[in-house]
T-cell receptor
Framework: GESVGLHLPTLSVQEGDNSIINCAYS??????FIWYKQESGKGPQFIID?????DKRQGQRVTVLLNKTVKHLSLQIAATQPGDSAVYFC??????????FGTGTRLKVLA | DTGVSQDPRHKITKRGQNVTFRCDPI?????LYWYRQTLGQGPEFLTY????????KSRLLSDRFSAERPKGSFSTLEIQHTEQGDSAMYLC??????????FGQGTRLTVV
C-alpha cells in the first residue's frame, strides 16, 4: 500500500548546528512532495515543496533533497534555532487529490 | 488574516452527541481538504472538495461523518452519534493549484 515513513522519530541537535530530517516514500507515482512543520496544538505549516522533476530545492535556511532512485526525501535546516523545535512531516502526492503523510519526526533543539 | 480558518478551536462533547465543525479556506482556493490527526500520528485524509463537488472520500469517513461545501466556499464537517474513538484533531486545508496545501489550526475534538 501507499505509505510515507520517517527514519528517526526524534532528532536532537545543538542550537546552531545543521539538522537533517529524513523520509522514505513507497509510491513511485508520487510527483510532488511537501515538508510541513507542526508545533504543539497547531496545524501543519507549509515549509517547502519539491516536484519529482527536481533533485534539490532551497528556501530560507531550508533545503529539500529528493532521491527518486531510492525513494528518499530529506529536509536540511541550516543553523538550527530554538524556534525550529517542532514535529516535521513529509507528505507525498501520488497523482491523486490527496496528500499522504508519515508519522513525523520530532526535532529538539538543545541550547 | 488570510489563512485557513477553523471553528471552533476546541470542542468537548458527550458520547452520542452530534458535532459540526466549520472551515473557511483561503479566499479563491477552490480545493478543500479535511484531515484527521491523532496524537503522535500524521494527518489522515478524510475527504476532498473541488469547488462544491466532493470528489473523494476516505474509507475512514464512516456513515456517521458527512462533509459539505454548499457554495464552494466554506465547508462543514458533521459527526453524528460521536464515539470516544472520534477524539482527534480535525484539520482543514485549502489549495489553489492542487499542489501547495495550507492548513488551518484545527479543531480539537474530545468525546467524553
Amino acid at each position: 500500500g501507499e505509505s510515507v515513513g520517517l527514519h528517526l522519530p526524534t532528532l536532537s541537535v545543538q542550537e546552531g548546528d545543521n539538522s537533517i530530517i529524513n523520509c522514505a516514500y513507497s509510491n513511485s507515482a508520487s510527483d510532488y512532495f511537501i515538508w510541513y512543520k507542526q508545533e504543539s496544538g497547531k496545524g501543519p505549516q507549509f515549509i517547502i515543496d519539491i516536484r519529482s522533476n527536481m533533485d534539490k530545492r532551497q528556501g530560507q535556511r531550508v533545503t529539500v533533497l529528493l532521491n527518486k532512485t531510492v525513494k528518499h526525501l530529506s529536509l536540511q535546516i541550516a543553523a538550527t534555532q530554538p524556534g525550529d523545535s517542532a514535529v516535521y512531516f513529509c507528505a507525498e502526492k501520488p497523482g491523486t487529490y490527496k496528500y499522504i503523510f508519515g508519522t513525523g519526526t520530532r526535532l529538539k533543539v538543545l541550547a | 488574516d488570510t489563512g485557513v480558518s477553523q471553528d471552533p478551536r476546541h470542542k468537548i462533547t458527550k458520547r452520542g452527541q452530534n458535532v459540526t465543525f466549520r472551515c473557511d479556506p483561503i479566499s479563491e482556493h477552490n480545493r478543500l481538504y479535511w484531515y484527521r490527526q491523532t496524537l503522535g500520528q500524521g494527518p489522515e485524509f478524510l475527504t476532498y472538495f473541488q469547488n462544491e463537488a466532493q470528489l473523494e472520500k476516505s474509507r475512514l469517513l464512516s456513515d456517521r461523518f458527512s462533509a459539505e461545501r454548499p457554495k464552494g466556499s466554506f465547508s462543514t464537517l458533521e459527526i453524528q452519534h460521536t464515539e470516544q474513538g472520534d477524539s482527534a484533531m480535525y484539520l482543514c486545508a485549502s489549495s489553489q493549484t492542487g499542489d501547495e496545501a495550507f492548513f488551518g489550526q484545527g479543531t480539537r475534538l474530545t468525546v467524553v
